[in-house]
């Protein structure tokens, strides 16, 4: 495998329920873009590991295991030859996944790839301390209609997403991935996406986009992106169908429908005290 035919990596990061599907989608229309499920292969390798395992760059334990269930996931169990065998280091594993990822763009006639998950904002130090020349894409979206749409998946879908999450759950992962994103954004590398600009201009916002990947905007980012959806999803995924829809109005009704206005006033306030 030529890993020099990989002109790019791109990574797509976000607060949950801001638009990240829709960014990769559109992005993944692009006739030099690749693009997979979510693969949280990043919590597979850096979660559940002490102070020691920090400090020397191990791996967790189950690492080799929870791996090849992502690769399950996603589709690819084949590709678990590409992974270390006896990988002791979080840079071997990191280097494994790359290599899958490398592989499967260039399987695509592809040469860049986009990898989407949204917790991956939480590992960006880890990802440019092993992968280089790497890029970050973030999205951000309006608190009220995040913490709305992320109490409400969490409600309806409790055992895939970890369990419902109560108001100050929301607002505070809100909180905290904006600061983490805002922390960031100082970096060359890193560039920012709003949803709320996305939805009513899209194409000025992807060819912004496309100018900080190395492309050139087409129109077939717009067309097919509600094709591409349906691919970079998965059937236990139900809450990314609308994605798949036309684009509407980026203002959400559903902060107003599922919180009374105690509920509201509270929610806003907390919210104000974060500066984007």
């Known amino acids: 495998m030529n890993q020099e035919r990989i002109k790019k990596r791109i990574f797509v990061v976000g607060c949950p329920r801001s638009g990240t ?22 919590g597979a390798i850096f979660d559940n590991r002490g102070f020691y395992r920090k400090k020397f760059g191990l791996a967790s334990k189950l690492t080799r295991k929870k791996l090849n269930k992502c690769l399950e996931e996603i589709g690819f169990p084949e590709m ?14 990191v280097k494994g996944f ?6 499967y763009t260039q399987q695509q006639n592809q040469i860049i790839w986009l990898e989407k998950t949204p917790k991956h904002l939480h590992y960006i130090d880890d990802l440019e301390r092993y992968i280089k020349n790497i890029k970050f894409i973030h ?8 913490v709305a749409s992320l109490f409400d998946v969490t409600q309806q879908y409790p055992d895939i997403w970890g369990g419902a999450r109560d108001i100050d ?103 104000s005290e974060v500066r984007i």
Not at 80 to 93: D, E, N
């Open 98 to 103: 790359v290599k899958i990822l490398d592989l």
């Open 139 to 146: 999205i951000i979206r309006n608190g009220a209609d995040v």
């Open 169 to 271: 759950t929301c607002i505070q992962r809100w909180i905290e991935d904006i600061n983490l994103t805002k922390y960031h954004l100082s970096k060359f590398n890193h560039t920012l996406v709003e949803y709320e600009k996305l939805v009513e201009n899209p194409t000025e916002v992807l060819t912004e986009v496309c100018q900080f990947v190395g492309v050139e905007f087409t129109e077939k980012m717009l067309q097919d992106y509600q094709v591409v959806a349906k691919q970079v999803t998965l059937k236990n995924e139900p809450w990314k169908a609308s994605v798949g829809e036309k684009l509407n109005s980026s203002n959400s009704k559903k902060f107003q429908k599922l919180f009374n206005q105690e509920q509201q006033t509270y929610i806003l306030k907390r919210l």
């Open 21 to 42: 599907t829709l960014l990769q989608s559109m992005l993944a229309a692009h006739p030099q873009i690749a693009s997979l499920v979510e693969s949280h292969f990043c």
């Open 80 to 93: 678990k030859q590409h992974l270390p065998k006896f990988g002791l280091f979080a840079s071997q594993y």
